[in-house]
């Protein structure tokens, strides 16, 4: 089982930035795809970004490419979403997930299909 907890969420304004982490236990076995998803209120759970623990290799939803960034710090086993510019439609609760060893390589297709553990969440609210 892996263990995923999120934080860094909280309240800005639009322009704004935040940075979330997901302190993970992932990374203490071989390599896998990890990501993050969001999901706003009455809407489908939508993949960000991910990436590969194995070689760095990231995908980003369109929506999202240019203002955040996904990454890795093996060492203190944790993944990261540096979120710039944000607008009111980021609004969501944020989820870090892991797929399971043996999947391969991360897809550009980030689906929740291809995840399967998942941390429980971390708020992030854009006033206009």
């Known amino acids: 089982q892996v263990q995923l907890v999120e934080s860094g969420g909280g309240s800005v304004q639009a322009g704004g930035s935040l940075r979330l982490s997901c302190a993970t236990s992932a990374y203490l076995y071989s390599s896998r795809c990890m990501g993050w998803f969001r999901q706003a209120p009455g809407k489908e759970r939508e993949g960000v970004a991910n990436i590969y623990t194995g070689g760095g290799n990231t995908n980003y939803a369109d929506s999202v490419k240019g203002r955040f960034t996904i990454s890795q710090d093996i060492a203190k086993t944790a993944l990261y979403l540096e979120m710039n510019n944000l607008k009111p439609e980021d609004t969501a609760m944020y989820y870090c997930?892991?797929?399971?060893?043996?999947?391969?390589?991360?897809?550009?297709?980030?689906?929740?299909?291809?995840?399967?553990?998942w941390g429980q969440g971390t708020q992030v609210t854009v006033s206009s």
């Open positions: 997930a892991a797929a399971k060893i043996g999947r391969g390589s991360c897809l550009p297709d980030i689906s929740p299909h291809h995840f399967d553990f």
